[in-house]
């Protein structure tokens, strides 16, 4: 089956800097990467998706690349703030519905 | 609409009780997921239903662990018998077809002692 590697596991940056979070996937069958963003007591809520026939996609403050060929993806979110601290899951799936989830990021934005 | 509907928030049970947790998914959404989230495995796929009828249970750890949904607006997940290493956060999640994104629920806290 599929698997996700995530990394780093937790992120400290100071507000106004970039962080980048990265992910790697192990079925080279998946074409659909998403990334989810949970905050503390609640539900993952997506925040981006990027699919295999595109390499970057961009919304606001936040971008995904995808690299096809080396099974690897990440997320980018510049000009961070403090509202933006919490856990950053990526996933991947083929078109079946069953996301692979990794471990997820522990991003702190420090004021 | 008030998104996919989790109870309890928050369940203690001793080991051996039979648990069992409840979604209502989003209305229209054809899919409906199971996960669980602990610190050491993260989130995991138990079971997904489409259309009410389950596709794939292979997440499902053992025997103890059932899901059921009897109808489009309703999913249960049962434990029997429960044990510690079941704690964790139980998710439900609810998808339309066609579209991937996957909407969560709040989670159930479940802690077994």
């Known amino acids: 089956g599929e698997n996700v590697e995530q990394h780093p596991s937790t992120l400290s940056v100071q507000e106004g800097d970039s962080a980048v979070i990265k992910c790697t996937y192990s079925?080279?069958?998946?074409?659909?990467f998403p990334w989810y963003k949970q905050e503390l007591g609640k539900g993952p809520q997506l925040i981006i998706d990027?699919?295999?026939?595109?390499g970057e996609k961009k919304d606001q403050r936040i971008a995904v690349t995808l690299n096809k060929t080396a099974k690897h993806f990440s997320l980018h979110i510049t000009e961070t703030q403090p509202e933006d601290s919490a856990v950053y899951f990526c996933?991947?799936?083929?078109?079946?519905?069953?996301?692979?989830f990794g471990k997820g990021t522990l991003l702190t934005v420090n004021p | 609409d008030a998104g996919v509907i989790q109870s309890p928030r928050h369940e203690v049970t001793e080991m051996g009780q039979e648990v069992t947790l409840r979604c209502k998914p989003i209305?229209?959404?054809?899919?409906l997921f199971w996960y669980r989230q602990t610190m050491m495995r993260g989130l995991e796929l138990l079971i997904y239903?489409?259309?009410?009828?389950?596709?794939?249970d292979s997440g499902m750890p053992e025997d103890r662990f059932s899901a059921k949904m009897p109808n489009a607006s309703f999913s249960t997940l049962k434990i029997q018998p429960s044990e510690p290493r079941d704690s964790a956060v139980y998710f439900c999640?609810?998808?339309?077809?066609?579209?991937?994104?996957?909407?969560f629920g709040q989670g159930t806290r479940l802690t077994v002692v």
């Open positions: 999640a609810s998808s339309p077809i066609y579209i991937h994104e996957a909407f």
């Open positions: 079925d080279s069958a998946s074409n659909y």
């Open positions: 990027i699919r295999s026939n595109v």
């Open positions: 996933a991947a799936s083929r078109s079946n519905y069953k996301l692979t």
């Open positions: 209305s229209g959404h054809d899919y």
């Open positions: 239903f489409n259309n009410n009828v389950p596709i794939d």
